[in-house]
């Protein structure tokens, strides 16, 4: 039992015309009401038939017909109505419009007040401030009208969370996400709310793609193809999408597209991977600065040589190109020193 009530089936239903039954249900109403005063007038003159003309008048105007009222319903676009039958699923109305159903069926959401009613149960509302429930009440709020589920595109956009990554660095990552109902017997019946429960789908799902990847890849690995939180966002974002997918599927909620908002170190280690960032960006303006020098030098030597501007001796080649790396790798501008006497 429990097996079929996961893989529950989405019945669609299409009711009557809403409009025709309120014109002809009004209709009979305003001629119950005339036929009861008329059987009260033949009543008064002591015939039989009034009192059935009066107990027939009575019982539709005031007892069947407003009863066959409460099958009228409206449903808007991109909105659905779960229907149940004396406990059981009855049906989904799914296309906008006015329509007309069985009187004795009821509109079914168990999400719209979920939330309220779970701090009070669990004393929660003790220590919440009514600004606070309202403001947690909206974040799960179904955006449809009355008891209908919202079949709209929808965003999930939880809080940010402290993770540790693939090679134990505490981050903080958050992610939006973006949804929409497309089985809505699913959404309602095989969970409780399934809202909430794609939040904490959402956040087990971050959890576990997190702990696959690190932060980010060395200098050292930049030719690895290992990806990263940082460098590879948008394959981490698919792979998060399918494993929420799985996740949610019993839920009748299919995920579009997830999005990384937010990644940074946690901020107890924050400061000491700036360090190691800055620390490796000198390292890389140094090795492109020698790179460029020795460029610089070799190309200095080699003219000197090819126009035989002056002929130096391995010690003295040694000596100008130590002074050319000082003056080319050196932090400050060199101070030139004028020699008047000979260089021998």
Not at 286 to 310: T, Y
Not at 313 to 341: F, H, T, W
Request: proline fraction near 2%.
């Amino acid at each position: 039992m429990e097996e079929k009530n996961l893989h529950i089936e989405e019945k669609v239903i299409s009711g009557r015309n809403g409009m025709q039954f309120l014109i002809l249900n009004t209709a009979l109403i305003i001629l119950s009401i005339a036929l009861f005063v008329f059987g009260i007038i033949l009543e008064e003159k002591s015939t039989s038939i009034g009192i059935i003309i009066i107990i027939t008048g009575a019982l539709y105007a005031f007892v069947i017909g407003p009863i066959l009222y409460s099958g009228l319903k409206i449903i808007k676009p991109n909105e659905a109505l779960i229907l149940t039958l004396f406990g059981k699923y009855y049906g989904t109305l799914k296309k906008e419009g006015f329509f007309y159903v069985n009187p004795f069926v009821t509109a079914f959401n168990p999400t719209k007040s979920s939330l309220i009613n779970q701090a009070f149960s669990t004393g929660q509302i003790v220590a919440a401030t009514n600004s606070q429930i309202k403001s947690d009440a909206q974040k799960s709020k179904d955006s449809a009208s009355g008891k209908c589920v919202s079949l709209k595109v929808m965003t999930l956009n939880n809080n940010k969370q402290k993770v540790n990554d693939k090679l134990g660095n505490p981050i903080e990552i958050g992610v939006i996400v973006i949804w929409k109902v497309v089985n809505s017997a699913k959404a309602v019946f095989s969970v409780d709310n399934y809202m909430e429960f794609l939040s904490i789908q959402a956040d087990s799902a971050l959890r576990n793609i997190v702990r696959l990847y690190p932060y980010d890849i060395s200098n050292d690995d930049e030719t690895s193809d290992e990806l990263s939180l940082r460098g590879s966002s948008q394959e981490v974002a698919v792979k998060l999408q399918k494993e929420l997918q799985d996740k949610v599927d019993v839920a009748g909620i299919e995920i579009i597209e997830t999005r990384i908002t937010h990644l940074a170190y946690a901020p107890e280690i924050a400061a000491a991977m700036l360090q190691r960032q800055q620390a490796s960006a000198i390292i890389d303006a140094r090795k492109l600065i020698v790179e460029g020098a020795v460029g610089m030098v070799e190309m200095a030597l080699s003219q000197l040589s090819e126009n035989n501007i002056v002929q130096l001796d391995d010690e003295r080649r040694a000596a100008m190109v130590s002074n050319l790396l000082v003056v080319l790798c050196g932090n400050k501008d060199a101070q030139p020193i004028v020699n008047s006497g000979s260089i021998y």
